[in-house]
């Protein structure tokens, strides 16, 4: 593929169409003059003449690039806003370019609409000699001027041509004074809106914040305050597990809970003030009028006062309880922090008092009752035993059997002996006989000793009866002193569940009365008071801001 070799382009300018050095169609150039014979046009191959032929190679590319007439006028007015003078809307577009400025990006085509509204001065005309959309008639060619094409933006006299009113020289474009009178506004409006920022600022952040800084410094009356420490702790007990969490801060974290409670609690502070006149100390007329509690204050008012003045912590890692306590002298400020610690452990100590006195109480009934018991038992055993005459129905009982035993034994070799006598052919009557009169006595006497067994030989009844009689009282007195020891077993239990559950209170910081006021604290209150009036405005304009945007939208 050939392509066709690319000459540079010269551009010849002429004065009033006439030819340089020539007035009236004469050469007017002398010879020893500096005249070149070219005029203004630049001689071949300088530097001026190759910057013109690269301006003449990016014109061309330009106007291959399609624009309308409407992006082309728009060029020109931007090129005459930043202070350029284009002799052509193409060579505007070029010296936007070469200036790193886009003629066609949105912004600077609504900057350049808006400043044309707003500038008192009407907007300028298009130049005679400008350079036309397609369609529109164009100027007419001026004798000496390049070949023009019909229906295309055409190059003009920079000199003559330009659009808008004339601009003597050096007074710069034509909208330099409308720039400056709306930068000139700009600022101005900038600073009224500083200053009513800073009005405002003073008004409600620096003004209320100053007032408080001087109410802490010079106005507030200085309190005294006496901090504490101490734990709610509980009987050790080596007898017992005492649970799985006994010897933790987690076993009395509910009686830290309440003692908590009860010292923020009214009443601590209607017994705090019947015993110790907490009305009367903070009713001085010398405290301030922020601090003062009136005479004829209400409860509520007084229990609001009392809030703040006495703060109680609780540290459920370490079972701590922290308590400060804020008074007009260090004195009191001591006074009522022992009060408060004493009143916490009368709390303390009547939070389990009644759930140990059930324990004890039915375990001591129970006691009472089983030795009572065990008592009657053991009457009706001896009684048994005197009405019977009998010490121990077991042990007659068995001399009895012994004694029957021995007697059949006897009885026994007796009838061997007869038994013998009677197997002689001639037997001796007077032995038999006294054999048969041995059998017959030991006989009755077995039967003697074993109707007393059995038989009701007496008002008392048969031995046997009554052994079983007492019998049955001495297990009745087995069974009431074994429930006696089992009693005795659970009131010993009930009584070291008792003791494990005494709670006390350990003080680790004792309170000790200050010789310096605490409060106030002059700077950490003052820009306390400071962030919290800037939070304040921050967000109340805000809320302006986004309400006035929505009614506005």
Same mark, same amino acid.
Request: glycine share 8%.
């Given at each position: 593929?050939?392509?066709?070799?690319?000459?540079?382009?010269?551009?010849?300018?002429?004065?009033?169409? #006439?030819?340089?050095?020539?007035?009236?169609?004469? +050469?007017?150039?002398?010879?020893?003059?500096?005249?070149?014979?070219?005029?203004?046009?630049?001689?071949?191959?300088?530097?001026?003449?190759?910057?013109?032929?690269?301006?003449?190679?990016?014109?061309?590319?330009?106007?291959?690039?399609?624009?309308?007439?409407?992006?082309?006028?728009?060029?020109?007015?931007?090129?005459?806003?930043?202070?350029?003078?284009?002799?052509?809307?193409?060579?505007?577009?070029?010296?936007?370019?070469?200036?790193?400025? +886009?003629?066609?990006?949105?912004?600077?085509?609504?900057?350049?609409?808006?400043?044309?509204?707003?500038?008192?001065?009407?907007?300028?005309?298009?130049?005679?000699?400008?350079?036309?959309?397609?369609?529109?008639?164009?100027?007419?060619?001026?004798?000496? +001027?390049?070949?023009?094409?019909?229906?295309?933006?055409?190059?003009?006299?920079?000199?003559?041509?330009?659009?808008?009113?004339?601009?003597?020289?050096?007074?710069?474009?034509?909208?330099?004074?409308?720039?400056?009178?709306?930068?000139?506004?700009?600022?101005?409006?900038? #600073?009224?809106?500083?200053?009513?920022?800073?009005?405002?600022?003073?008004?409600?952040?620096?003004?209320?914040?100053?007032?408080?800084?001087?109410?802490?410094?010079?106005?507030?009356?200085?309190?005294?305050?006496?901090?504490?420490?101490?734990?709610?702790?509980?009987?050790?007990?080596?007898?017992?597990?005492?649970?799985?969490?006994?010897?933790?801060?987690?076993?009395?974290?509910?009686?830290?809970?309440?003692?908590?409670?009860?010292?923020?609690?009214?009443?601590?502070? @209607?017994?705090?003030?019947?015993?110790?006149?907490?009305?009367?100390?903070?009713?001085?007329?010398?405290?301030?009028?922020?601090?003062?509690?009136?005479?004829?204050?209400?409860?509520?008012?007084?229990?609001?006062?009392?809030?703040?003045?006495?703060?109680?912590?609780?540290?459920?890692?370490?079972?701590?309880? #922290?308590?400060?306590?804020?008074?007009?002298?260090?004195?009191?400020?001591?006074?009522?922090?022992?009060?408060?610690?004493?009143?916490?452990?009368?709390?303390?100590?009547?939070?389990?008092?009644?759930?140990?006195?059930?324990?004890?109480?039915?375990?001591?009934?129970?006691?009472?009752?089983?030795?009572?018991?065990?008592?009657?038992?053991?009457?009706? !055993?001896?009684?048994?035993?005197?009405?019977?005459?009998?010490?121990?129905?077991?042990?007659?009982?068995?001399?009895?059997?012994?004694?029957?035993?021995?007697?059949?034994? @006897?009885?026994?070799?007796?009838?061997? @002996?007869?038994?013998?006598?009677?197997?002689?052919?001639?037997?001796?009557?007077?032995?038999?006989?006294?054999?048969?009169?041995?059998?017959?006595?030991?006989?009755?006497?077995?039967?003697?000793? #074993?109707? @007393?067994?059995?038989?009701?030989?007496?008002?008392?009844?048969?031995?046997?009866?009554?052994?079983?009689?007492?019998?049955?009282?001495?297990?009745?007195?087995?069974?009431?002193?074994?429930?006696?020891?089992?009693?005795?077993?659970?009131?010993?239990?009930?009584?070291?569940?008792?003791?494990?559950?005494?709670?006390?209170?350990?003080?680790?910081?004792?309170?000790?009365?200050?010789?310096?006021?605490?409060?106030?604290?002059?700077?950490?209150?003052?820009?306390?008071?400071?962030?919290?009036?800037?939070?304040?405005?921050?967000?109340?304009?805000?809320? !302006?801001?986004?309400?006035?945007?929505?009614?506005?939208?």
């Amino acid at each position: 593929m050939t392509t066709n070799p690319k000459a540079p382009k010269f551009r010849i300018r002429r004065s009033s169409g #006439r030819a340089p050095g020539t007035e009236g169609g004469e +050469d007017r150039s002398l010879p020893g003059t500096s005249e070149d014979g070219f005029g203004d046009m630049a001689f071949p191959g300088s530097a001026k003449a190759d910057t013109e032929a690269a301006s003449e190679t990016s014109i061309s590319q330009i106007r291959r690039e399609g624009l309308t007439g409407r992006q082309l006028r728009m060029a020109r007015r931007l090129a005459q806003k930043h202070g350029m003078t284009p002799s052509s809307d193409f060579d505007a577009v070029r010296l936007l370019r070469d200036r790193g400025i +886009d003629p066609f990006d949105r912004a600077n085509m609504i900057e350049l609409v808006h400043a044309r509204d707003t500038s008192d001065s009407p907007a300028p005309a298009a130049a005679a000699g400008q350079a036309q959309p397609q369609g529109q008639q164009a100027q007419p060619a001026q004798p000496g +001027d390049a070949p023009r094409r019909a229906g295309l933006p055409q190059t003009v006299d920079p000199k003559r041509n330009l659009p808008g009113e004339h601009i003597p020289a050096g007074s710069g474009p034509a909208n330099l004074h409308d720039i400056e009178r709306i930068q000139r506004d700009i600022i101005r409006r900038r #600073r009224r809106k500083l200053a009513l920022l800073g009005l405002r600022l003073t008004l409600f952040v620096f003004l209320p914040t100053m007032i408080c800084g001087y109410y802490f410094a010079y106005l507030a009356t200085p309190s005294y305050a006496t901090k504490s420490e101490f734990i709610v702790q509980q009987a050790e007990v080596t007898s017992g597990t005492g649970g799985l969490l006994g010897g933790t801060a987690m076993a009395t974290s509910q009686d830290s809970i309440l003692v908590q409670d009860y010292l923020t609690s009214r009443g601590a502070l @209607q017994r705090l003030d019947s015993e110790y006149g907490y009305r009367e100390h903070f009713s001085d007329p010398s405290v301030d009028s922020l601090q003062r509690v009136m005479p004829d204050a209400t409860n509520e008012a007084l229990y609001k006062h009392y809030q703040k003045h006495v703060k109680v912590g609780y540290d459920p890692t370490e079972g701590v309880l #922290r308590m400060e306590v804020s008074a007009l002298s260090p004195e009191m400020s001591r006074v009522f922090s022992e009060a408060l610690i004493g009143y916490s452990e009368e709390r303390v100590d009547q939070i389990t008092e009644r759930k140990r006195a059930d324990q004890m109480r039915g375990a001591n009934e129970t006691f009472e009752d089983a030795d009572r018991k065990m008592l009657e038992a053991q009457e009706k !055993v001896l009684a048994l035993q005197e009405q019977m005459g009998v010490l121990d129905p077991q042990s007659e009982t068995a001399g009895v059997m012994s004694q029957v035993n021995a007697l059949e034994t @006897q009885l026994t070799e007796k009838r061997l @002996q007869l038994s013998q006598l009677m197997d002689n052919a001639r037997p001796n009557q007077a032995r038999v006989a006294g054999a048969e009169g041995d059998i017959e006595r030991l006989e009755t006497l077995i039967a003697d000793l #074993r109707s @007393q067994l059995t038989e009701q030989g007496s008002t008392q009844g048969s031995l046997a009866s009554m052994t079983s009689r007492l019998r049955m009282a001495e297990v009745e007195l087995e069974t009431r002193t074994m429930m006696m020891q089992e009693s005795l077993q659970q009131l010993e239990a009930a009584r070291i569940e008792a003791n494990r559950q005494v709670r006390f209170l350990s003080i680790g910081v004792s309170p000790v009365a200050p010789d310096e006021p605490t409060y106030p604290k002059v700077f950490e209150n003052t820009l306390i008071a400071l962030l919290i009036f800037g939070a304040i405005y921050l967000l109340v304009s805000v809320t !302006v801001q986004v309400l006035r945007e929505q009614v506005s939208s």
